[in-house]
T-cell receptor, first 109, second 115 residues
Framework: DAKTTQPTSMDCAEGRAANLPCNHS???????VYWYRQIHSQGPQYIIH???NNETNEMASLIITEDRKSSTLILPHATLRDTAVYYC??????????FGTGTSLTVIP | ETGVTQTPRHLVMGMTNKKSLKCEQH?????MYWYKQSAKKPLELMFV???????ENNSVPSRFSPECPNSSHLFLHLHTLQPEDSALYLC??????????????FGEGSWLTVV
């Protein structure tokens, strides 16, 4: 299974873009990169996913490098409600989501 | 509202009790999951049901017993639990592998305290 590496924690000023990196150097060609977040005491929330191309939706943008060995989740204008743990997950061929420890993002007023 | 509903949201039970957690999904999915999240630990995948068949059981003790009567409902039956089983139990659902990836949607979780 492709493993992901994320920084343990990050801070971001309110209103600024939050850029959350993820390394997945062992990803295989048919594996997707998914991002979820978990606000304290709630179930994880889907944010975005992609295979090769960059993706954007109403919540965030996902930038995947050309070699697919890393990606960045971008929250364009972080708010206090974006404070959460963000998980980068590579969906394995067995179709199961395994979560790591994620990045704890704190948005500072 | 994610389309996955879990009940109860909070449960306190004694070590000799028998209780059940219930999950219902309104998304038309055909795969359902139970995850466990202990304090300050990553989510642990417990059970996976795909097309109502159990396809994964990640070495979960037999005091946890899942049941999937149909593609919309999933139960986790609990008996003779230990205090260390106190955790947030999360249910999720998805569509079995589709071209374009499949997204897993979680419920809000059931907080279990074993006393």
């Amino acid at each position: 299974d492709a493993k992901t590496t994320q920084p343990t924690s990050m801070d971001c000023a309110e209103g600024r873009a939050a850029n959350l990196p993820c390394n997945h150097s062992t990803i295989s060609g048919n594996e997707y990169v998914y991002w979820y977040r978990q606000i304290h005491s709630q179930g994880p929330q889907y944010i975005i996913h992609g295979l090769k191309n960059n993706e954007t939706n109403e919540m965030a943008s996902l930038i995947i490098t050309e070699d697919r060995k890393s990606s960045t989740l971008i929250l364009p204008h972080a708010t206090l409600r974006d404070t959460a743990v963000y998980y980068c997950i590579v969906l394995n061929t067995g179709n199961q989501f395994y979560f790591g420890t994620g990045t704890s993002l704190t948005v500072i007023p | 509202e994610t389309g996955v509903t879990q009940t109860p949201r909070h449960l306190v039970m004694g070590m000799t009790n028998k209780k059940s957690l219930k999950c219902e999904q309104h998304l038309g999915h055909n795969a359902m999951y139970w995850y466990k999240q202990s304090a300050k630990k990553p989510l642990e995948l417990m059970f996976v049901y795909s097309l109502e068949e159990r396809v994964e059981n990640n070495s979960v003790p037999s005091r946890f017993s899942p049941e999937c009567p149909n593609s919309s409902h999933l139960f986790l039956h609990l008996h003779t639990l230990q205090p260390e089983d106190s955790a947030l139990y999360l249910c999720a659902s998805s569509q079995v592998w589709n071209r374009g990836g499949n997204t897993i949607y979680f419920g809000e979780g059931s907080w279990l305290t074993v006393v």
